[in-house]
């Protein structure tokens, strides 16, 4: 069946560091990847939408100098919160598409700021 | 704004219940409309889904009941179980396969 895997699950990182997100589709090939960020809250906030060999659209109030992607084949595509501060902190999920109804989330990159 | 709204927050019904969880939608060009269901420490698990095209889909216990006119649809889960007991999101989108999330409902199912 389809899945789709995040690593890592949890990180902790300081204030002002960088980390970096992956996530891999596995049993098919995903037209597009959308990462979003749920909060504390439980609201989903869509970061970007990637499809390969096409420009990442970011939404408003994310950036590609904040929150740059890569997404070099039909399975993996990466995310990194760069300069992370208390406000980055949530859970980031990567949506990978298996077709125009079905996309596919993964369990999630919980990130916590100290 | 809010484009895609939940309700109620939370709910809570006896197990063999029908549950019934309730969304609502602003952009009339939202056409596809998928439930998650999101256990805690997960990431949300495409439950059943519906195009605007249709007024119905039925996947086992899970039924969506769409009303385009309305813009409304609604999520009932037959014969509640324990294991049911989750956050449930309505979620919408368009032509540019962007979903937007409703908040959630909370679901408890008590034995």
């Known amino acids: 069946g389809a899945l789709v895997y995040q690593y890592p699950r949890r990180t902790i990182c300081k204030s002002g560091t960088s980390m970096r997100m992956e996530c891999q589709a596995v049993g098919f090939q995903a037209t597009s990847v959308a990462w979003y960020r749920q909060s504390p809250q439980k609201t989903f906030e869509l970061i970007a939408l990637s499809t390969v060999n096409s420009a990442i659209k970011y939404e408003q109030n994310f950036t590609q100098e904040k929150f740059p992607i890569s997404h070099p084949n039909l399975s993996f595509s990466s995310m990194t919160v760069l300069n992370a501060y208390l406000e980055d902190r949530g859970l980031y999920l990567c949506?990978?598409?298996?077709?125009?109804?079905?996309?596919?989330f993964g369990p999630g990159t919980r990130l916590l700021v100290l | 704004q809010q484009q895609v709204r939940q309700s109620p927050q939370s709910l809570t019904v006896w197990e063999g219940e029908t549950a019934i969880l309730n969304c609502s939608y602003e952009?009339?060009?939202?056409?596809?409309f998928p439930w998650y269901q999101q256990f805690p420490g997960e990431g949300p698990a495409l439950l059943i889904s519906i195009r605007s095209v249709s007024d119905k889909k039925e996947d086992g216990r899970f039924t969506i009941f769409f009303n385009k006119r309305e813009k409304k649809l609604s999520l009932h889960i037959t014969d509640s179980q324990p294991g049911d007991s989750a956050t449930y999101f309505c979620?919408?989108?368009?032509?540019?396969?962007?979903?937007?999330f409703g908040a959630g409902t909370r679901l408890a199912v008590c034995p």
């Open positions: 949506g990978a598409r298996l077709n125009q109804d079905t996309q596919y």
């Open positions: 952009d009339s060009t939202f056409n596809y």
């Open positions: 979620a919408a989108s368009g032509s540019f396969n962007k979903l937007t």
